[in-house]
Nanobody, 122 residues
Framework: QVQLVESGGGLVQAGGSLRVSCVVS??????????VGWFRQAPGKEREFVCG????????RYADAVKVRFTISRDTAKKTVYLQMNSLKPEDTAAYYC?????????????WGQGTQVTVSS
C-alpha cells in the first residue's frame, strides 16, 4: 500500500523559513520514472503546483511564485522529499500536499498525502 506522510508544517512569521517533509512508502522507485511533487491549496482557491523533483535524476521544476525562495530535495535512502521554504509570505499560507507521479513531473499525480498546514503571519 502506497503511503505519503507529510510533516513539518506550522505557523511562521513573514520572512521566516520552514521545512516540510514527505515520507513515501510502498513504492519501488526503480520501477518507473517517478516524480514527487508538492502542491498547495489555500481556502477558497484551487490547488496549485508548487514544485516537483524526479526521483531518478533529481530534476526539479518550480512554479514562478516560489522560484528562488523554495528548494525541493530528496533523500533516496530515507524515501523522503523535503521542501525548504525561505522568505515566506502571507500568500504562501495553505495546506501543502505531496504527491507521486509514476510518469514524471508532467504526469498524473495519483498518490497523495493528507497534507500539512503552513500559516504565514504578517
Amino acid at each position: 500500500q502506497v503511503q505519503l506522510v507529510e510533516s513539518g508544517g506550522g505557523l511562521v512569521q513573514a520572512g521566516g523559513s520552514l521545512r516540510v517533509s514527505c515520507v513515501v512508502s510502498g513504492l519501488t522507485f526503480s520501477n518507473y520514472p517517478y516524480a514527487v511533487g508538492w502542491f498547495r491549496q489555500a481556502p477558497g482557491k484551487e490547488r496549485e503546483f508548487v514544485c516537483g523533483i524526479t526521483w531518478r535524476f533529481s530534476v526539479t521544476r518550480y512554479a514562478d511564485a516560489v522560484k528562488v525562495r523554495f528548494t525541493i530535495s530528496r533523500d533516496t535512502a530515507k524515501k523522503t522529499v523535503y521542501l525548504q521554504m525561505n522568505s515566506l509570505k502571507p500568500e504562501d499560507t495553505a495546506a501543502y500536499y505531496c504527491a507521486v507521479s509514476q510518469t514524471g513531473l508532467s504526469g498524473d499525480y495519483t498518490y497523495w498525502g493528507q497534507g500539512t498546514q503552513v500559516t504565514v503571519s504578517s
